[in-house]
Nanobody, 115 residues
């Protein structure tokens, strides 16, 4: 089973920052495009950012472009999402996964942006 363990969420004020981590199974980055998703209250799950298996092709949702940065550490089998200038509308449960042929979802990590 593909490992997907998210962490790093929390409660922050608007304008604050968080860094999310996703520990995956060994070799995932060599094979699959991976990325971050989020689901806000009352909304569908949406893609936030993704990265190709080679690491050279990155996409961001328009809503987070310029504020979030996706990265990874292949040796640690870990995907990251640096989130800066957080807004209340960023409040959601954040998940990682491969982009195509989604694996079963992990538990996600809660991000709450509120004063």
């Amino acid at each position: 089973q593909l490992q997907l363990v998210e962490s790093g969420g929390g409660l922050v004020q608007p304008g604050g920052s968080l860094r999310l981590s996703c520990v995956t199974s060994r070799g995932v980055f060599d094979t699959y495009a991976t990325g971050w998703f989020r689901q806000a209250p009352g909304k569908e799950r949406e893609g936030v950012s993704c990265m190709s298996s080679a690491g050279g092709h990155i996409n961001y949702a328009d809503s987070v472009k310029g504020r979030f940065t996706i990265s990874r550490d292949n040796a640690k089998n870990t995907l990251y999402l640096q989130m800066n200038n957080l807004k209340p509308e960023d409040t959601a449960v954040y998940y990682c996964n491969k982009i195509r042929n989604l694996a079963p979802w992990g538990q996600g990590t809660q991000v709450t942006v509120s004063a």
